[in-house]
DNA sequence: CAGCTATTATAACCAGGTACTAATAGTATA
DNA sequence: TATACTATTAGTACCTGGTTATAATAGCTG
């Protein structure tokens, strides 16, 4: 072709062509036309080839993402995921240090991200409708960093009526990081309560 | 019209469209023709009427809430707004809790963004490269509810060269809604810190 | 009966594609 | 050199899920 210099080859196109639409998934074939310099053709094959769906379709995927999410919640509730629960008595839930989660500086993991996932453990392994964080005594032992995929266990140490005590302990492989002693009110006794924190939703 | 007492009148269909489109926004014309049964025009005079966009135009502005959601996740990175800095003394944050912390069902706000705030401070407080938070002994005094704004005021109780005591109350207008007890690393000790937790950052 | 609302029908048109067929340019290979 | 193959472009028919406009019909009301 005589313009062949002036475009790129193929494998640099469909790079391009990824990075276009994942930084900007509402991106038209139209539009992608313009940016590539190539026909509309192409960029359909290009996407053929690359297995990506047409805009509508990457909307409804986006769409249906979200909508799950938000129906999902209850799940979502709970910061890491929970592999072991028996009710009232012990819990365990296992949570990756993503980029998301550290101070880019350090690539020490923010402290809420680590409690926030104790915690959520502690409101989950209580069998009730609601249950809401009254307390929480803590201790960072070690920083958790990016990367590291942090294991919580839970026991749930005292059962009342109205408030239960959960013991957090997470670790990253033996090495204790993180360490809480939590007071959990139940909804059975809720008409005492003032503080609380967390609703617990079980499906 | 024969079948008159058969279908809705206008007020109800227009009740069931709604309440039909609210819990499966994925729902196309046809399948709305199909349950209310009516004409594909009714169902269109009456969304007009209503005006509910159509399905595509529901899928994309669903994808684009999650888009934008994903996008401003760095922003959220920094949790309250610090109004007031007094290094090694006090400070202040405010922080607007907003529909991304609170559980839906409940509107109660999420435990770890009111401890973020808290701990966030604590951490800006102190007048170090790097501080890492060590302890903590919190108590959730009653909860936090959406639209609220929390507002959080810290003190240096007692600053060692290694360890400041930091002591955060947070209210939403008089109320005591949280109170910690922070213990903080100081960078000037690090050789013997083995604990930690947050970097604190200040731009 | 006219005037009105509610409903249905019909047709043209649109975006943003898919699926298929075919033509062309350039390159490699027997 | 002829042939095969890849990459690209072109064009057409068709699809979904609509919009817009125009008209016809049913049923009620004053």
Known sequence: MVRTIERLPK??????????IEDNPFITDQELTRQLKVSIQTVRLDRLELGIPELRERMKLMAERSYDAVRSLPLHEVIGDIVDLQLDHSGI???????????????IARG?????????????????????TATADIR??????LGEKCI??????SGGRSKAKVEVCSYVGDELVFQGHFVIYRSAGESGIEGGMDGADRN
Do not use: C, M, P, W
């Open 11 to 20: 494998r640099q196109r469909h790079q391009l062509l990824t990075g276009l």
């Open 93 to 107: 839930s296992i949570f990756e240090i993503k980029e998301e989660h550290v101070f880019s500086r350090t690539g």
């Open 112 to 132: 809420h991200h680590v409690f926030a996932q104790a915690n959520s453990l502690a409101v989950a392994v209580i069998n009730d409708e609601i249950a809401l």
């Open 140 to 145: 960072f032992v070690r920083s958790v960093k």
């Open 152 to 157: 919580a266990k839970a026991y749930v140490r």
